[in-house]
């Protein structure tokens, strides 16, 4: 798989939680969110770039939708 480093072209994996995560401070006021993705063997934790907080506000990713 990819943490043995095999080369995998089209990686496929499902979120499985979305979390909003609020800004703490007054200089950073963008709400960031943290996502639980899965390989269906396998799940990571990651954040999402402020720049694709719409996809998440557009309901484009959503729990459970399955991504490329």
């Known amino acids: 798989a990819i ?3 095999q080369n995998i072209p089209n990686p496929v994996v499902q979120v499985m939680a979305i ?3 609020q800004a703490r401070n007054a200089q950073n006021q963008q709400d960031r969110f943290r996502l ?3 390989d269906s063997q396998f799940y990571q934790q990651a ?3 402020v720049q694709l907080n ?3 506000l557009q309901q484009a990713l ?3 939708c399955v991504i490329q």
């Open 62 to 64: 959503s729990t459970y």
């Open 47 to 49: 954040m999402l770039a």
């Open 36 to 38: 639980v993705i899965s």
């Open 3 to 5: 943490e043995a480093g």
């Open 54 to 56: 719409d996809l998440v």
């Open 19 to 21: 979390k909003k995560i």
